[in-house]
C-alpha cells in the first residue's frame, strides 16, 4: 500500500507541485468531444501507449499555456459514471483514485460536458467534485446547444459549483485560450458544492471512510469519494495493475453490502436518485430552454437509418463500401509492399555476399517486415472506415439495427464489424474489437474471427478446386458454388462456436445493452485520421515484433540443417527441419488425406495461409508460382494431379481437396494472427488456446469427411 | 388515470414516466446512472427493425436497451 501513499500527496504538496507544472487528467462521457478537445489543447505533442495489462490506450500529451509552460495532459477514456462497467470506465476511475502504480494520480482534472445533454453529463462531473481535487469544468458544444434553444449561463455555474467553467468549442478553437488561461492558473479552488447522502446511508459512508484512511492511506475528501464510490459501484470491474483494496476496508464494504440486500431499500440506487436530484437543482438554476423542442437533424437521419426498409439499404450500402474498400482498395498497395520487398531480398542477395547472413537477411528478415508492413494498407483502410463511424454516430446505428441478429449467438451488435472486416483478414478485425466494451462479448469475438475465411485462404482454395476438378467442363456455377460454401462453413463455425463459448467458457450475466445513440455530428479529418495512425503505430510496434521474430524462425526452419550445394530445392526443403516435421506430421494428418509434402505447406501456412501454394509448387518441384494470385496455377495443378502416394494411390483426388479445404477454413495457422490475439489479450492462454481449438476442430472435420467419403467410395 | 406498463410494451411515439424498477442489478444501476429514474420522463422514439432492441428518449438524448431489460422497467402512461 506504500504505493497508494506515494502518489497521494498531501495538499501543500500538490499546491507546490501544482505551481511546477500541474499534470491534468482529461475526463468526459463517451461522445462529448474529449478527442477533439485533447487535440486541440496538445496538438500533434501525444504519446499513444497502453495501460501495462489491460488493453486499453493509454493517450498523454503536452499541451502549452499562453506563457509557453509545458502542462502535461492525460486523455481518460470516455466513461459515463466512476461506477465502472468497462474495462475502459475502471481505467477512467483508478487513475483518479490513484489505484495505477503506473499512471501517478493527476494534480488537477478537466471535465468535459456535452452542453446540449448537461444533465447526465453531470453525473460524472458530480461524482468527480466528490474526489476533492481542483477541476475545471469545459462546457463544450456550446454552438450546438444554442441552435437547440438551451441557454447554459456558465458564471452561474461557475458560482454555484465554485470552480472554472469554461464555454467552449473544441471543433472550431473557441474558448480554447480561456481555457489554457484557467490551466495555468498557480492556484484553482477546490468546489463547494455539498450534497445530502442520504441519511441511512451516511454510517456506511463513515465507516469505510475511516478504514479507507486508516488502512488504505487516502486523504479524508478522497476517502469519503471513494466510499461513496464503493457503496455504488457493485458491479466490481477490476483491471490488472490496479491496486486493490485493503482487506479490512474490504470486509467492512461486503457487509454493508450483505446487510443493504437484505433490506428493500435499494441504497446504491438511492444515491444515483440523491446526486440526480442535486443536479436537476444546479440544472434549474443555470440551463434555459427557448421553446419547444423541435426535429432536429437527427431525427430526421435516424428516420431513414433505422427504417425497416431504407435502414437495411444503407446499412448494406456502408458495409458494401466498407468490406469492398478493405478488400480492394488495399491490393494495389499490397501489391507494391510486396514487390518491393522481393526486390530488395533480391538485391540484398545480389550485393552481399552470399552466406546464411544474406540469407537470413533477405529471407528471414526483409521478408518478415515484409509481411508485417503489407497488413498497414488493410489495417489503416479499415480504422480509417471505424474511426469515421465511431465519430460521425452511425456505428452506434449498426449496433443497434444488428443487436438480434447477434444476440442470438450471445454477442451484441458492436460484434458485427470487427467479423466483417475478418472476411478480408483477421488481424484488423481483431483489432477493431476494441469498440466492444463487454470484456466476455470482445473475448468472444477476437476467439471466433479468425474463422471468418480471410482473404489469404483464397489462393488456397483457388488452387483446391482447380486441382479437384478433374476438367474444365465442370460448370462454373460449381466452382462457386463451392467456394461460398467455404465461406458459409467458416461463418456458420464462427456463430456456432461464438454461441458455445458464451454458454461456457465466458459465461455471465449478460451485458446489458445499454448505449448512447449520439447526434450525428461532422467529424473533423485531422481527429479521424491522428487516430487511425496510432492505431497502426501500435500495431507496428507491439504486433509487429513479434511477427518478425516467427519469421525468422519459420526461414531457419526450412534452412537448416543446409543440404550440399548440389541439392535441389525439393531435396533441400525435405532435408530440413520443416521438411521432417512434415515427415513427422505425417501420421497425424494421414487419416485427413494429407502426406508429409501436404504437411510442409501446412506448416509453411503458419508465415501466412497463401504460402502454402508457393510452398507446395516448391516441393513439387514447379517452378514460376507466383503466390498463386495471378500466376498460372496450371503447371502446379498438374503437378498435384500426378502426385501420388508411394503405393500410386493418386494423392490429390477430389475427397483430399474437399478434406483440405475444410482443414483451411478452420484450423488456426496465422501467426500474425496469434501475435495479434496476444496482444490484444495481452496473455498468450487465448492464442494457445485458439490454436488448440481451431485446429482441432480442422483436424476433426477433415477427418469425418475424408474417412466418411472414403467409406462411401469416392 | 395512469396505469403502469413495462416500458418495453410502450408503441412509438408514446411518453410516459418512470414509475418503478426492479431493486437493482449492476446493469439497472447503469441506467439509472443514465438518467433514468422514477419520475423521468421517456418516450419511446423507435424500435429496431428486427423487433429489438427499443430506442428511447430520456433528457434530451437518445438510449437503446434490449426489451428483455426495459421489460423490468415499470412506466406510467398517463
Wanted: hydrophobic share 45%; proline share 6%; with cysteine.
Amino acid at each position: 500500500m506504500s504505493s497508494l501513499r506515494s502518489v497521494e500527496l498531501p495538499a501543500a504538496a500538490r499546491r507546490a507541485a501544482g505551481a511546477r507544472s500541474p499534470t491534468y487528467a482529461l475526463v468526459g462521457n463517451p461522445n462529448c468531444g474529449k478527442s477533439t478537445l485533447f487535440n486541440a489543447l496538445t496538438g500533434l505533442k501525444q504519446k499513444v501507449g497502453n495501460y501495462p495489462g489491460v488493453t486499453v490506450e493509454k493517450k498523454v500529451g503536452t499541451a502549452y499555456t499562453q506563457h509557453g509552460q509545458p502542462l502535461t495532459l492525460i486523455d481518460l477514456p470516455g466513461a459515463y459514471s466512476l461506477a465502472a462497467r468497462s474495462p475502459d470506465e475502471a481505467v477512467t476511475r483508478d487513475v483518479l483514485l490513484g489505484r495505477r502504480a503506473d499512471t501517478a494520480m493527476p494534480d488537477r482534472i478537466l471535465c468535459i460536458v456535452d452542453a446540449t445533454n448537461l444533465e447526465r453529463n453531470l453525473y460524472l462531473v458530480h461524482q468527480i467534485l466528490d474526489l476533492g481535487r481542483p477541476v475545471i469544468l469545459v462546457l463544450n458544444m456550446m454552438d450546438l446547444a444554442a441552435e437547440q434553444g438551451i441557454t447554459i449561463r456558465a458564471n452561474r455555474l461557475e458560482h454555484a459549483l465554485g470552480i472554472p467553467v469554461i464555454a467552449c468549442e473544441a471543433v472550431n478553437g473557441k474558448g480554447i485560450i480561456e481555457l489554457k488561461l484557467a490551466m495555468s492558473r498557480p492556484d484553482l479552488p477546490l468546489s463547494r458544492h455539498a450534497w445530502e447522502v442520504p441519511a441511512a446511508i451516511a454510517p456506511a459512508v463513515a465507516d469505510l471512510q475511516a478504514s479507507l484512511i486508516a488502512n488504505d492511506g487516502k486523504t479524508p475528501l478522497s476517502a469519503r469519494a471513494e466510499a461513496l464510490l464503493l457503496l455504488t459501484d457493485n458491479d466490481e470491474v477490476r483491471v490488472t495493475g490496479s491496486a486493490q483494496l485493503h482487506p479490512r476496508t474490504a470486509e467492512i464494504l461486503h457487509g454493508w453490502q450483505r446487510r443493504w440486500a437484505g433490506e428493500s431499500t435499494d441504497w446504491s440506487a438511492a444515491l444515483v436518485q440523491s446526486r440526480y436530484e442535486a443536479i436537476a437543482r444546479l440544472a434549474a438554476e443555470v440551463v434555459h430552454r427557448a421553446g419547444q423542442a423541435t426535429t432536429t437533424l437527427t431525427d430526421r437521419i435516424d428516420a431513414i437509418v433505422t427504417h425497416p426498409v431504407w435502414g437495411w439499404l444503407t446499412f448494406g450500402a456502408v458495409m458494401a463500401l466498407l468490406f469492398y474498400s478493405i478488400f480492394t482498395l488495399a491490393q494495389p498497395p499490397m501489391d507494391w509492399i510486396e514487390h518491393g520487398t522481393e526486390q530488395l531480398g533480391d538485391w540484398l542477395k545480389q550485393s552481399l555476399p552470399p552466406g546464411d547472413l544474406t540469407n537470413l537477411a533477405s529471407d528471414g528478415v526483409v521478408a518478415g517486415v515484409g509481411a508485417v508492413v503489407g497488413f498497414m494498407p488493410q489495417i489503416l483502410i479499415l480504422f480509417f472506415f471505424i474511426g469515421l463511424l465511431e465519430s460521425t454516430g452511425y456505428m452506434a446505428r449498426a449496433a443497434f439495427i444488428m443487436d438480434r441478429l447477434m444476440s442470438r449467438v450471445g454477442l451484441n451488435g458492436k460484434s458485427f464489424i470487427p467479423l466483417l472486416s475478418s472476411y478480408a483478414c483477421a488481424i484488423p478485425g481483431i483489432m477493431a474489437t476494441r469498440t466492444i466494451e463487454d470484456p466476455k462479448d470482445r473475448l468472444a469475438t477476437i476467439l471466433v474471427a479468425p474463422l471468418m475465411s480471410c482473404s489469404a485462404r483464397l489462393p488456397v482454395y483457388l488452387l483446391m478446386i482447380a486441382a479437384m476438378v478433374p476438367n474444365d467442363r465442370v460448370p462454373l456455377a460449381f466452382k462457386v458454388g463451392l467456394m461460398l460454401f467455404m465461406y458459409f462453413v467458416g461463418t456458420a463455425g464462427a456463430f456456432v462456436f461464438a454461441w458455445l463459448f458464451k454458454r461456457t467458457l465466458l459465461k455471465g450475466a449478460p451485458p446489458l445493452m445499454i448505449m448512447e445513440l449520439p447526434p450525428y455530428r461532422l467529424p473533423r479529418a485531422k481527429d479521424v485520421l491522428l487516430q487511425m495512425t496510432e492505431r497502426a503505430g501500435i500495431f507496428l510496434k507491439k504486433a509487429g515484433t513479434i511477427i518478425l521474430g516467427i519469421s525468422i524462425i519459420l526461414w531457419a526452419l526450412s534452412t537448416y540443417p543446409k543440404s550440399p550445394a548440389s541439392a535441389t530445392p525439393v531435396q533441400q526443403i525435405e532435408h530440413s527441419f520443416a521438411g521432417r516435421a512434415g515427415h513427422i506430421l505425417e501420421p497425424v494428418i494421414k487419416p485427413l488425406g494429407f502426406d508429409w509434402r501436404v504437411g510442409i505447406g501446412l506448416i509453411s501456412s503458419f508465415a501466412a495461409r497463401e504460402s502454402f501454394v508457393s510452398a507446395t509448387a516448391v516441393v513439387f518441384n514447379v517452378e514460376n508460382v507466383d503466390g498463386g494470385k495471378k500466376g498460372d496455377v496450371t503447371p502446379l495443378r498438374r503437378a498435384m494431379r500426378d502426385a501420388r502416394w508411394p503405393d500410386g494411390r493418386a494423392l490429390f483426388t477430389p475427397l483430399v481437396c474437399l478434406s483440405l479445404m475444410l482443414f483451411y477454413v478452420f484450423a488456426m495457422q496465422c501467426m500474425s494472427t496469434v501475435a495479434v490475439v496476444k496482444r490484444e489479450t495481452n496473455t498468450w492462454r487465448w492464442p494457445l488456446f485458439q490454436i488448440f481449438y481451431m485446429t482441432g476442430t480442422a483436424w476433426v472435420v477433415s477427418f469425418i469427411v475424408y474417412q466418411a467419403g472414403t467409406a462411401l467410395g469416392f | 388515470m395512469a396505469s403502469s406498463v413495462p416500458l418495453s410494451t410502450l408503441t412509438k411515439g408514446t411518453s410516459a414516466v418512470v414509475a418503478s424498477y426492479p431493486k437493482s442489478g449492476g446493469g439497472f444501476l447503469r441506467l439509472r446512472e443514465m438518467g433514468v429514474l422514477p419520475g423521468t420522463p421517456v418516450t419511446l422514439i423507435r424500435v429496431a427493425p428486427m423487433g429489438d432492441p427499443i430506442e428511447i428518449k430520456v433528457r434530451g438524448y437518445h438510449l437503446t436497451l434490449r426489451k428483455s431489460e426495459a421489460e423490468h422497467v415499470l412506466v406510467e402512461v398517463s
